[in-house]
């Protein structure tokens, strides 16, 4: 359809923090305009929203896609599905696969295949080193020409100092973003909680959050010294919070995440060694996450994601220590930031000021906005329709996600990419 007026709409708009009754104008897969009251008599396809509330669609960075290598874990179709039906419009895969996204031919690979089979906007991430071995690095230059939005060695962590300065040296010269993951490595190798009470009653190997902010005090180092552009995937933990502060005061280009499990989820869910609450960093303190959803609120935190990690049953189901990190999260990620609004800890604008502006932003693109020329990459949802989460009704290869069986609050109507309608819920 070429031209839309979705009426009866509650507008949610992270650019101006609005959340008010209106319409939306649609045209050539780009809004054209909005307002409040009665929508103006325009040729097109009339959506009645039914007051549901309408939204920018979301722009997930940090998506693992398993293609190459694993895909009977998750490929680009299952993926793709999974967003649609989470009102994520934007996926920004990681290049962590097998073998990893590290060369102009890899990425080429898996970009056809997001193109063929993904109902949704995917724009992939490359490998920072080569191998994301933290040895040598990548030829950032020529991965840009072949379509990488940033580049980054995921969890693991560039050890080697001289190898990281070189490389963001580098990715400044080239005006290329860095992700990288502030954790100190030694410290974090081998961890499967955070240190404290908790972690020793239940005999697991844990990890200080102070190798959190040791990792980032390395990194904001580097960043003073070559002035390269740089997100921190994940900030979960209170020491780390003033660090960044101190970094955005100095005028430092870095910005920083954190994960949808991080901040609705603690220490204590880990339970009985419930291995699909594994993830990585490891759950923290009910503290930490008040505080991580605090600079959430404030803006310290610039962006949410999913984290999407999918494992099958095989990698999950053994003892909690051997079991591997990572949770799925593309359709839970929306229900699941609902519980910070439903406890009034953040309004809908500043969740999607989170979830969708400003990614889009980090990124140099034009979407996660209601404005007008803007794509028309939308998400229809009601906030408060309540359900219980089944694992087995999730559209994506893998279902392990730690919500499994919880009550949630809040489901998609429908999503739209450039206009279309790419999924409405039965």
């Not at 929203?49 to 896609?65: E, R, S």
């Not at 193109?115 to 990548?138: C, F, H, I, S, Y």
């Not at 309004?347 to 000021?353: A, G, Y």
Request: with cysteine; glycine share 8%; hydrophobic share 40%.
């Amino acid at each position: 359809m070429s031209n839309t007026i979705f009426t009866n709409a509650r507008l949610i708009d992270p650019e101006a923090g609005t959340d008010s009754l209106g319409w939306l104008h649609v045209s050539e897969g780009r809004i054209a305009g909005r307002g409040e009251g009665d929508a103006p008599a325009l040729d097109g396809a009339v959506i009645d929203c039914k007051g549901h509330c309408l939204a920018p669609g979301i722009v997930d960075i940090g998506v693992k896609v398993c293609e190459p290598g694993e895909r009977h874990k998750e490929s680009y179709k299952s993926a793709g599905l999974a967003a649609a039906a989470g009102g994520v419009t934007t996926i920004v895969t990681r290049p962590d696969t097998l073998p990893a996204v590290d060369t102009p031919e890899t990425l080429e690979f898996a970009t056809r295949r997001a193109q063929a089979d993904a109902p949704v906007n995917v724009l992939p991430m490359a490998a920072l080193t080569k191998g994301r071995e933290g040895r040598e690095m990548t030829e950032i230059g020529f991965l840009q020409d072949a379509g990488a939005v940033a580049f980054t060695d995921c969890d693991h962590v560039v050890a080697n100092t001289k190898v990281f300065s070189r490389a963001l040296t580098y990715a400044r010269a080239c005006g290329a973003l860095v992700i990288a993951h502030p954790q100190e490595p030694i410290l974090s190798n081998g961890a499967a909680a955070t240190s404290g009470k908790f972690a020793v009653l239940r005999g697991l190997p844990a990890v200080s959050p102070m190798a959190e902010r040791m990792g980032l005090d390395r990194d904001i180092a580097l960043l003073e010294m070559t002035g390269a552009a740089y997100h921190a995937d994940q900030i979960t933990t209170a020491r780390a919070l003033p660090a960044l502060e101190r970094a955005k005061r100095n005028g430092l280009d870095i910005t920083a995440g954190t994960s949808i499990h991080h901040l609705t989820l603690n220490e204590l869910d880990v339970a009985d060694y419930r291995t699909f609450f594994k993830v990585k960093p490891p759950l923290r303190s009910e503290d930490d996450r008040q505080a991580v959803i605090e600079a959430v609120r404030t803006g310290l935190i610039d962006t949410i994601s999913s984290m999407h990690t999918p494992q099958d049953e095989e990698s999950k189901r053994l003892p909690f220590e051997e079991a591997a990190s990572g949770a799925v999260a593309l359709e839970t990620l929306l229900p699941a930031a609902l519980r910070l609004c439903h406890a009034g800890q953040l309004d809908l604008p500043t969740l999607f000021r989170a979830m969708s502006l400003n990614p889009a932003k980090r990124l140099g693109l034009h979407s996660g906005r209601l404005s007008e020329g803007a794509p028309a990459d939308l998400v229809l949802f009601d906030p408060d329709v309540p359900f219980v989460l089944d694992r087995f009704s999730l559209k994506s290869k893998s279902q392990n996600t730690p919500f499994d069986g919880q009550r949630m609050q809040g489901k998609v109507t429908a999503t739209f990419v450039a206009g279309q309608e790419v999924y409405r819920r039965p």
